[in-house]
């Protein structure tokens, strides 16, 4: 099993509605990345979170941090075609360790 | 070109051939990871680098070997390659220099790892 686990493994919202993508772990994280990658290719840098009730938002994407720091959410609003991809949380699992790992991935689909 | 490279993109290689595979990067950073990407379980740490000469292992690293003579490479070699590491393959960098200072990591493009 992974130390992180994300949920759910794939999503197919229709455009213009808001979704939620969440990353989970039972330890503490001191650091978490939100990724997205288009199919096929590398893996582009969204937010990065590190205070327990830390919150960041870009354009339409917002992610959190809980004050735990134990769990990450993800959320777009009024989605569109370009927010298609795989999302990927990522967290460096003990404080200084920077090893750096990833979860599953949310696989999203935007239909027209 | 400044930034992280992996070579080849692509490679088809036999089952128990030695193939390793290339990741560059420009900016002097003291961290370096291998990850690998399979459907379903997104990506798996192989090994990471804190520095030159000094490795780690991940969550999947056996039947590979990495090291890291000198800080901007970070070479992966498989050493007697299987059908189960048919696989993409990222490299990615990060600059964790200076007290408490956490930084996002930046990827390769990736390398798409077949074996027959």
């Known amino acids: 099993s992974q130390e992180l686990e994300q949920s759910p493994q794939s999503l197919i919202v229709q455009e213009g509605k808001n979704l939620t993508i969440n990353c989970t772990s039972s330890?503490?994280?001191?650091?978490l990345y939100w990724y997205k990658q288009k199919y096929g290719e590398g893996l582009i840098f969204l937010m990065m979170?590190?205070?327990?009730?830390e919150e960041k938002s870009h354009e339409k994407i917002t992610a959190k941090l809980d004050e735990k720091k134990q769990q990450s959410s993800l959320h777009i609003t009024a989605s569109q075609p370009s927010h298609a991809g795989i999302y990927l949380c990522?967290?460096?699992?003990?404080?200084?360790?920077?090893?750096?790992?990833f979860g599953q991935g949310t696989r999203l689909t935007i239909n027209p | 070109d400044a930034g992280i490279t992996q070579s080849p993109r692509y490679k088809i290689t036999e089952t128990g051939r030695q193939v390793t595979l290339m990741c560059h990067q420009t900016w002097s950073h003291s961290y370096m990871f291998w990850y690998r990407q399979d459907l379903g379980h997104g990506l798996r740490l192989i090994y990471y680098?804190?520095?030159?000469?000094?490795?780690d292992k991940g969550e999947v690293p056996d039947g590979y070997v990495v090291s890291r003579s000198k800080t901007e490479n970070f070479p992966l070699t498989l050493e007697s390659a299987t059908r189960s590491q048919t696989s993409v393959y990222f490299c990615?960098?990060?600059?964790?220099?200076?007290?408490?200072?956490?930084?996002?990591?930046?990827f390769g493009q990736g390398t798409r790892l077949t074996v027959v």
């Open positions: 680098s804190a520095a030159a000469d000094i490795t």
């Open positions: 979170l590190q205070k327990g009730g």
């Open positions: 990522g967290a460096d699992m003990g404080r200084g360790a920077q090893k750096l790992v």
């Open positions: 330890k503490t994280l001191y650091g």
């Open positions: 990615a960098s990060r600059d964790g220099r200076g007290r408490g200072r956490d930084t996002e990591a930046f």
